[in-house]
C-alpha cells in the first residue's frame, strides 16, 4: 500500500501550468517562465520534454510536488535557475554551480571557442579568476595533453572546480590555486596560453543589474571598480612575466570594453590586439600575443 507520502498529488502537466502561471507573475518573458517551469519539474521527477509531450497525465507524487513548489517558490524570488539545480551546461558539458561562483554563459562558448583556434596539443594553460574551472576544464577537454593551473581567490570557488574536474575526469591535467591572479603562481612558471574572466562591471551598475545576478551571484567576481577596467590593468602587464614568448592573451570583456582594454594591451607591448565580437554581435574578447620585445 502506497504512504500518504507516495500518493499521487498531481497530474504532471497540470503541475507544470500551476509552475509556469506562477513564474509568469514575475519573470518578464512568458517562456522564460515556461522554460524554468518545465526544468524544475524535469529535475525533480527525473523526466524529460517527452514526458510533458506525451505522458502528461503521468501523476506525480505528494513528495515530488511538494519540492516542486519549493524550487518555484525559490525561482519566484528570483533566485538563478542554475543554483535550484545545482548544475548547468557548458560548452556541452555538465558543471556544478551554486553561489560560490558565476553561472556560466553562453557568451563565454564564444570565448573557448577562438581559444581553441591558437590551442596546441600540450600546451600550459593559466586561468585567472577561475571559478567553476568551466573554462579551463572546457578547454582540457577538448583538446589532447594540455594542462593548466586555475587560480582564483575564493576557497569556496575552488572547492567547486575541484568537483568539477573529477566529474570530468580531468583531475589529473589541473592545479587549483587559493590566491589573488597571479600571486599562486611561482616567479619561473610560464604558459603558452593565459585567459581570464575577471570581473568587469562598474561598482555602481551593479545595483542596477537583474536581481538573479545582483542578489545572489557573488559579488568579488561581479565588480570590476569604479571604471569596471581595475582588473585589466592588474592582468595585462604581469602577465607578459608568465607568458611564453609568442604565447597568448585572452580576456573576456564588458560589451563596450573592446577599445580600452585593446589599449592597455598594446600598451603593454602585446601584438596582434584585436578584438571578437559573441553570438550577439557584441565586443566580447580581446587578444594579444607576447612580443619578443617584452
Same mark, same amino acid.
Given at each position: 500500500m502506497k504512504s500518504r507520502e507516495d500518493a499521487a498529488e498531481a497530474a504532471y502537466k497540470e503541475l507544470y501550468r500551476e509552475g509556469a502561471q506562477i513564474l509568469s507573475s514575475v519573470l518578464e518573458q512568458e517562456r522564460e517562465a515556461q522554460l524554468d517551469a518545465r526544468l524544475l519539474l524535469e529535475h525533480v521527477c527525473g523526466t524529460n520534454?517527452?514526458?510533458?509531450?506525451l505522458e502528461g497525465d503521468r501523476p506525480v507524487s505528494a513528495q515530488e510536488a511538494a519540492l516542486y513548489r519549493e524550487y518555484v517558490a525559490r525561482r519566484k524570488k528570483r533566485e538563478p535557475l542554475a543554483y535550484i539545480l545545482e548544475k548547468w551546461e557548458f560548452m556541452g558539458l555538465p558543471f556544478e554551480v551554486g553561489p560560490d561562483v558565476l553561472i556560466p554563459?553562453?557568451? +563565454?562558448?564564444?570565448?573557448?571557442?577562438?581559444?581553441? %583556434?591558437? @590551442?596546441?596539443?600540450?600546451d600550459r594553460i593559466l586561468d585567472l579568476c577561475t571559478g567553476s574551472g568551466?573554462?579551463?576544464?572546457?578547454?582540457?577537454?577538448?583538446?589532447?595533453?594540455? +594542462?593548466?593551473?586555475?587560480?582564483?581567490?575564493?576557497? %569556496?570557488? @575552488?572547492?567547486?572546480a575541484r568537483r568539477n574536474a573529477e566529474r570530468l575526469g580531468l583531475a589529473d591535467r589541473i592545479e587549483l590555486r587559493c590566491g589573488?591572479?597571479?600571486e599562486p603562481v611561482r616567479e619561473d612558471e610560464r604558459f603558452d596560453l593565459i585567459v581570464s574572466n575577471p570581473p568587469y562591471i562598474e561598482t555602481e551598475t551593479i545595483e542596477h543589474l537583474a536581481p538573479e545576478v545582483r542578489d545572489h551571484e557573488p559579488l568579488m567576481a561581479l565588480?570590476?571598480?569604479?571604471?569596471?577596467?581595475?582588473?585589466?590593468r592588474r592582468i595585462i602587464p604581469e602577465a607578459v612575466r608568465h607568458l611564453v614568448t609568442g604565447g597568448y592573451l585572452f580576456l573576456e570583456i564588458g560589451?563596450?570594453?573592446?577599445?580600452?582594454?585593446?589599449?592597455?594591451?598594446?600598451?603593454?607591448g602585446y601584438y596582434d590586439v584585436r578584438s571578437i565580437k559573441d553570438y550577439g554581435g557584441n565586443d566580447r574578447i580581446v587578444c594579444g600575443i607576447k612580443s619578443i620585445r617584452q
Open positions: 520534454l517527452q514526458t510533458l509531450l554563459e553562453q557568451d +563565454t562558448e564564444n570565448l573557448i571557442e577562438e581559444i581553441m %583556434k591558437d @590551442l596546441h596539443d600540450s568551466c573554462i579551463l576544464l572546457s578547454l582540457l577537454k577538448y583538446s589532447n595533453g594540455t +594542462t593548466g593551473v586555475g587560480t582564483d581567490l575564493s576557497e %569556496k570557488a @575552488l572547492a567547486v589573488d591572479l597571479f565588480d570590476g571598480g569604479e571604471d569596471g577596467l581595475s582588473f585589466y560589451y563596450d570594453q573592446a577599445e580600452a582594454v585593446m589599449a592597455l594591451m598594446r600598451e603593454a
